[in-house]
């Protein structure tokens, strides 16, 4: 009975004993072995053999390509506007060594990197090329990080940035400026609208009162004409100034009576002399 205990034990041990020794790795792994606490060798994908209970598998280590989300922060622009950004980096983990003992985490170190960097980017530009210059910020960034990602026996395959927008503060205060701009471009066209009525109108009044000092002088002419031609005709030197007057005399009359409102009764202004005259004829 204790003979039959014993070599169940040695099966249970040398059954463990194999499966500690053997080890299979998946494609797209690699395992770091350490003996005795000390880093010894790394598996390869496939079948390996290790030394069991000297040996054991400390970490298990993804070669595919890793993507790493980069959440997003509030950056300080260079003309102290507010901006969101965040992005996503694609790493390589190409010396497996490196990334395990190089770094406590190599997955949040890079994403920490990836973070600082791209504040310090576009914390070195205004609002207005931040928005507009998305490759050139991923080109500077993806430059900036790779040596240190090196050290870490990464290899950084790329950055993209996933977004880059201005804050909600920021888009209240871009909303009222926009619509202070077109409050003053309407103020600005108003405004040059009036003065370019006021230029016309006094265009038109300059034009008008040029016409009427022409008029004028056209009528003086005439007056000149008819005066001379009544003087030389009647030979008298004050005869062409009351005919003359007696004519404007007339014609304010004539439009006075044809007015189907007026009451206004005219006498001569010289009705004493017109009397005295026609009692002097009989």
């Not at 040029?210 to 004409?225: E, G, I, M, W, Y």
């Amino acid at each position: 009975m204790g003979f039959e205990i014993v070599v169940v034990v040695l099966f249970v041990f040398v059954a463990v004993t194999v499966w500690k020794g053997v080890r299979i790795v998946p494609q797209g792994e690699e395992w770091i072995v350490e003996r005795l606490g000390k880093f010894h060798q790394n598996l390869a994908p496939g079948l390996s053999i290790i030394i069991p209970y000297l040996d054991k598998v400390a970490y298990k280590v993804i070669t595919k390509d890793i993507i790493l989300d980069v959440p997003e922060q509030e950056v300080i622009t260079k003309d102290n506007a507010v901006i969101i950004t965040n992005a996503i980096a694609f790493i390589k983990v190409t010396d497996p060594v490196k990334a395990v003992y190089g770094i406590v985490d190599f997955a949040e170190a890079i994403r920490n990197l990836v973070q600082t960097t791209l504040r310090s980017i576009t914390g070195e530009m205004e609002l207005d090329q931040a928005l507009s210059s998305r490759e050139k910020i991923k080109v500077r960034l993806k430059e900036s990080i790779s040596d240190e990602a090196i050290d870490w026996g990464l290899t950084i395959k790329s950055v993209e940035i996933q977004d880059i927008k201005p804050s909600e503060s920021m888009v209240k205060s871009m909303e009222l400026q926009a619509a202070a701009e077109r409050e003053r471009k309407a103020v600005v066209t108003k405004a040059e609208g009036a003065k370019q009525a006021m230029i016309l109108e006094a265009e038109g009044r300059l034009e008008s009162a040029k016409r009427d000092a022409v008029a004028q002088v056209t009528l003086a002419d005439s007056a000149a004409q008819a005066i001379g031609k009544v003087a030389a005709a009647v030979g008298d030197r004050d005869a062409p100034m009351l005919f003359l007057l007696g004519e404007k005399y007339i014609q304010a009359v004539d439009r006075m009576a044809g007015s189907p409102n007026s009451k206004i009764v005219l006498l001569p202004a010289d009705l004493q002399e017109a009397v005295r005259g026609l009692f002097a004829r009989k």
